[in-house]
């Protein structure tokens, strides 16, 4: 609980000094947004993201279409800091809790890029299921897949499954 706190709040602060002058919204909220149009370009799309002038987020248009938006909650910041607090909470040795963070975190950024290019071209082909993919799928993958690397973690290298230790 202490760990997510201070995570959080340091999450908090960062995004109130990120004045969008030279990243907009935020430096990683910016970064996943061209990290997703790369991605959905690579897969033959054509793509734009865009700051929004209206509000802290990033348009992606495809196909001349202003299709969704990229907010702060997009970049998958908040969900690497709840993997992390739990394994921190339930860790193990140093050098494997440590590694198990990175390794963690780096997936879980990569399939948040993945999620949201798949909900993208998902969106664009299917509009009318936009509200089962975001609401539904797309959120149950991410979480989802934290929940399989504290099974994983809680099984494999915590102490708590440590007998006699």
Same mark, same amino acid.
């Given at each position: 609980? &202490? ?20 990243? *907009?919204?935020? *430096?990683? !909220? ?5 990290? #997703?149009?790369?991605?959905?370009? /690579?897969?033959? *799309? ?10 802290? #987020? ?19 910041? $908040? ?11 339930? /860790?193990?040795?140093? %050098?494997?809790?440590?590694? =198990?963070?990175? $390794?963690? /975190? ?10 949201? &290019?798949?909900? !993208?071209?998902?969106? *664009?082909? =299917? ?10 799928? @797309? ?7 934290? @929940?399989?690397?504290?099974? @994983?973690?809680?099984?494999?290298? $915590?102490?708590?499954? %440590?007998?006699?230790?």
């Amino acid at each position: 609980m &202490v760990v997510y706190g201070l995570f959080s709040f340091a999450y908090k602060f960062y995004l109130q000094l990120s004045d969008g002058s030279k990243f *907009y919204p935020d *430096y990683m !909220t910016h970064l996943v947004s061209i990290q #997703s149009e790369v991605l959905l370009n /690579s897969f033959g *799309y054509n793509v734009q993201v865009l700051p929004h002038p209206n509000e802290p #987020s990033m348009k992606v248009i495809l196909n001349g279409k202003f299709l969704a938006r990229i907010i702060e909650g997009c970049n998958g910041v $908040s969900v690497i800091i709840l993997f992390l607090s739990f394994i921190v909470a339930f /860790s193990g040795k140093f %050098k494997t809790t440590f590694f =198990y963070i990175f $390794s963690g /975190s780096v997936l879980i950024y990569a399939v948040n890029l993945i999620r949201i &290019v798949l909900l !993208t071209i998902g969106m *664009y082909h =299917y509009p009318e299921y936009e509200y089962v993919l975001h609401t539904v799928i @797309f959120p149950g993958i991410i979480y989802g897949l934290i @929940f399989l690397l504290w099974i @994983f973690w809680v099984n494999r290298f $915590s102490k708590l499954n %440590k007998k006699d230790e």
